[in-house]
Each structure stands twice: as C-alpha cells, then as structure tokens.
C-alpha cells in the first residue's frame, strides 16, 4: 500500500466519524468543501475520459471548477440541501442498479431517467424537510467515507470512485469484484 491510500484512508475515516456524529453543525462549515470535491470531481472525470489534455491541464481546470462550485455551494446553501439530497438519490440509485448487473433496467435512457428521478425525488424531499434530510445525510455520508476508508485500507479502491462514463457509455452501474472483506464492511455500513 502506498503512502497516498494510507493517507486517504485514514482521512475518510476521520472525516466520517465527524459527519457521523456532528454532521449537523458541521454543515454549513463543509459546504464549500463539498461543492468543491464534487466540482472537481465531475469536471476532472469528464475531461480525463473525454479530452486529450494533459494531467496538470485536467487537475487545473478541474480546480477552476471546484472553486466555483464550492463557492456557489455556500452562496446557495438551499441549493446545497437539494444538491445534497440529490447526491444521495444518485448513490441509492447507483446501489440499487449495481445489484441486477445491468439487468434491472436493460436499456441505458431508462437507467438514467431512473437515476435522474430519484435524484430528484431525493433533493425535493430534502428541501422540505431540511433538518432531518441534513442529519441523515451527514450520517449516511458519514458511514459510507468510514466504509470506503476502510475498504481504501484493505486495498479497494472501487468505493471511492462511481464511474460517471462507464454509467453513460454501458448505461450500467458496476461496482466491481469486491474483495469478501469490503461486502462485510459495505453490509455493516
């Protein structure tokens, strides 16, 4: 294991024991820092798979994009909750297809209307009912950092990165072979 994993994995773990159990009063602390990773983390995604550029070239505009989604993020905390609550459609629905491999639903326009719907359920519901959606959605952001710094120290990376191109290109979710240890700490989780 390199010195990188052991780092992230410790680092997940500790940021999901705060989200956890403090979530609630940390959240308009984190909120730059959410817009900010899933800025980057899209941006960085989508030019990495669909552009030739160079890495510096990837990382830098994907930093770009992380400000200003990060800054948008804590302008627009209302926006944040939908976002939020969006988010945790996407990775119910990610989930929820991941079980049928691929056969759930067959053809890739209706695994994104899927995916889309819920995650708009999931954000309108959040924005409703704001408290209770951000102390569930700390909490279960907070158990799956634990889990995927855990699997990320087991040497399993797969929790860490939900493969936007392979969901828009093969229209499935795969999350992989997954080593006996990390479907125990996924079912604990």
Same mark, same amino acid.
């Given at each position: 294991m390199d010195w990188?994993? #052991?780092a992230f !994995?410790?680092?997940a773990i500790?940021? !999901?024991l705060a989200l956890c159990f403090i979530g609630y009063r940390l959240f308009l602390s984190l909120l730059f820092l959410v817009g900010f990773v899933v800025g980057y983390g899209v941006c960085a995604s #989508? #030019?990495?798979n669909y552009t030739t550029f160079a890495f510096w070239i990837i990382f830098l505009i994907g930093l770009a994009a992380g400000l200003v989604?990060?800054?948008l993020t804590r302008i627009l905390w209302i926006i944040a909750v939908f976002i939020m609550g969006a988010l945790g459609g996407f990775i119910l629905g990610c989930f929820i297809l991941s079980m049928g491999d691929g056969a759930l639903i067959p053809v890739q326009w209706g695994v994104w209307l899927f995916l889309g719907l #819920?995650?708009?359920l999931c954000g309108i519901v959040s924005v409703f009912l704001i408290k209770p959606a951000i102390i569930v959605l700390t909490a279960f952001c907070g158990g799956y950092a634990i889990v995927a710094g855990a699997a990320a120290l087991m040497n399993d990376n797969s929790l860490f990165?939900?493969?936007f191109v392979e969901i828009y290109e093969t !229209?499935?979710?795969d999350i992989g072979d997954k080593s006996w240890e990390t479907w125990v700490l996924v079912a604990v989780w």
């Open positions: 990188w994993t #052991l !994995g410790i680092l500790l940021v !999901g #989508l #030019l990495y989604a990060g800054i #819920l995650m708009l990165t939900p493969n !229209g499935t979710v």
